[in-house]
């Protein structure tokens, strides 16, 4: 299998782990200290007098590095092939060790395997330290994470100083390293603390919002079941009532047939023979068609609002509904044709009015277009419960979303540290 192909597999290994939240306790490298690494240069050139010398202060010890002082000559990988090895990934990388050389450190480049492999490789062949420099000319050096490599030193540099230094080594110009300790930094960013705060907070949010929901909707079950358990008892009660209540047959000569008498308030039309009309306990008289499934659901008189089931002594502590002009609509809806002829009787006979119903102190009835208000209320209460689904919904998706991109934040950190 390629590198590519290994690193390709690690990477989607690696974001498996961070998405499930099981990737180790050093996945950012920006939370995590490190020290930096004082590193100075001799160069000795043949045929001139003082030799160059050069200091990098930029340097960065390994986070798994003994963090100490060590000098030597610095080698780089001999050629594999015919071809220059700067990475030192082969299995068959060799260094040339002069006899005369007691310490040396290995020059290697970042790439194509982890840390822990180069430094391994160097550290067989006897390198008392490793310089990595990197593979990306504007990057900073990193916090390079390389457990089980023993004491051997490993320090990582710069790009642009890596390559000076092998410049110098592929013309075979002996080049000596100094590496000193330099200054703890603390860690930076956005630190493992920070990230388990936000999680955690995260996670007590959802879980609040998830209790609300579920507390919410009981609630409105809750609310539900006991209204219909009202309603039901209220329709029952009423039709006990509306059975005890007077009907009778209008016959002719009654003073129901009178002009002057006054028009059922329901339907606006006067009583004709052989309708069939309902009196309630405060003598109101209307149509029996018209007031029975009012008083189904009201059992109040649609005129005076006087309580039936009070009056008539069957469940004297029951209320009744009280919004008669919004109900009045809804029950002449069933009534329309008649009711447009009526109200069509009364705009061409300016001599008949609504009497009855300004006395009685209910409002007139409106036009068709005037019911609206019943089923926008109802659209009101079914956007709100969307709204909220919805709402909660938006959370967990922003939170799953959010925990991806830490994911992949931390991915990129760890590569740094592992690549």
Excluded at 64 to 88: C, I, M, T
Excluded at 131 to 151: A, F, L, Q, R
Excluded at 239 to 251: F, N, Q, Y
Aim: proline letters at 5%; charged letters at 20%; hydrophobic letters at 40%.
């Amino acid at each position: 299998m390629s590198g590519a192909a290994r690193a390709g597999l690690a990477r989607l290994a690696a974001l498996t782990l961070l998405t499930c939240g099981l990737w180790p306790a050093r996945a950012d490298n920006a939370s995590q200290e490190y020290y930096t690494a004082l590193i100075n240069v001799t160069v000795q050139e043949p045929g001139r007098g003082a030799p160059l010398t050069f200091r990098i202060d930029r340097g960065r010890y390994g986070l798994d590095s003994p963090k100490a002082e060590v000098r030597g000559q610095v080698l780089a990988p001999l050629p594999l092939h015919g071809v220059a090895d700067h990475l030192g990934c082969d299995p068959q990388t060799r260094f040339f060790v002069p006899p005369n050389i007691k310490q040396w450190i290995a020059l290697l480049q970042r790439g194509n395997c982890t840390f822990k492999e180069k430094i391994s490789r160097a550290a067989f062949h006897n390198a008392v330290a490793v310089v990595i420099y990197n593979n990306k000319s504007k990057e900073e050096p990193v916090t390079m994470t390389h457990p089980g490599t023993g004491d051997i030193i490993a320090v990582m540099i710069t790009e642009l100083r890596g390559k000076d230094i092998l410049s110098y080594l592929e013309k075979n110009i002996s080049v000596q390293m100094t590496i000193a300790v330099g200054t703890r930094m603390p860690p930076k960013n956005f630190s493992r603390g920070s990230l388990v705060f936000v999680s955690i907070s995260f996670i007590v949010l959802m879980i609040i919002s998830s209790a609300w929901l579920i507390f919410y909707f009981i609630q409105k079950i809750r609310y539900t079941n006991a209204r219909d358990r009202n309603q039901r008892r209220l329709g029952d009660a009423a039709k006990k009532a509306i059975s005890k209540l007077t009907t009778r047959t209008v016959k002719k000569g009654d003073k129901e047939t009178d002009p002057d008498f006054d028009h059922c308030a329901v339907c606006i039309e006067s009583y004709k023979q052989n309708d069939v009309v309902r009196i309630l306990p405060c003598k109101h008289v209307f149509h029996k068609s018209c007031v029975d499934p009012w008083l189904s659901e009201h059992c109040t008189c649609p005129m005076c609002k006087l309580n039936i089931l009070k009056a008539l002594g069957i469940v004297p502590n029951m209320p009744c509904t009280d919004n008669v002009a919004f109900d009045m609509e809804r029950l002449t809806r069933t009534q329309a044709v008649n009711r447009r002829s009526a109200l069509g009787d009364l705009s061409s006979d300016s001599s008949l009015g609504l009497e009855p119903l300004r006395t009685s102190g209910i409002s007139p009835l409106p036009q068709d277009g005037e019911l609206t208000p019943r089923t926008g209320e109802i659209n009101i209460a079914v956007t709100k419960e969307w709204f909220i689904i919805a709402s909660f919904g938006l959370l967990s998706a922003l939170t799953l979303c959010y925990m991806i991109i830490r994911a992949t934040a931390s991915l990129n950190a760890n590569e740094v540290e592992w690549f």
